[in-house]
Nanobody, 126 residues
Framework: QLQLVESGGGLVQPGGSLRLSCAASGFTLDYYVIGWFRQAPGKEREGVSCISSSGGSIDYADSVKGRFTISRDNAKNTVYLQMNSLKPEDTAIYYC???????????????????WGQGTQVTVSS
């Protein structure tokens, strides 16, 4: 069964950090662009960051640029999202998604991605 599983979410105070993981099972992530998305209550799902299959192309939404870092370890079949200086407005369910042959350069269309994880809740609150 092909699936992505996110982990690492939780409750953190403003200014704190979390590292999300996106692990694949049933397929290898080597040939896939991985995107991180988030969805806050009452809002549409939005793209946060993406990384190309080689890791050579990376993009961040303006809202997280300078605070979030995406990386991948193909040997572990896992992609990470390091989130620093978290703000209350970062509160959302975070999803990872995988797709092949996609650009990773500023556009995040959910329909481009073939596989999605179930999401992990991130809550930033004092």
């Amino acid at each position: 069964q092909l699936q992505l599983v996110e982990s690492g979410g939780g409750l953190v105070q403003p200014g704190g950090s979390l590292r999300l993981s996106c692990a694949a099972s049933g397929f290898t992530l080597d040939y896939y662009v991985i995107g991180w998305f988030r969805q806050a209550p009452g809002k549409e799902r939005e793209g946060v960051s993406c990384i190309s299959s080689s890791g050579g192309s990376i993009d961040y939404a303006d809202s997280v640029k300078g605070r979030f870092t995406i990386s991948r370890d193909n040997a572990k079949n896992t992609v990470y999202l390091q989130m620093n200086s978290l703000k209350p407005e970062d509160t959302a369910i975070y999803y990872c998604a995988a797709g092949r042959g996609l650009p990773c350069s500023g556009s995040y269309y959910t329909t481009w991605y073939d596989y999605w994880g179930q999401g992990t809740q991130v809550t930033v609150s004092s």
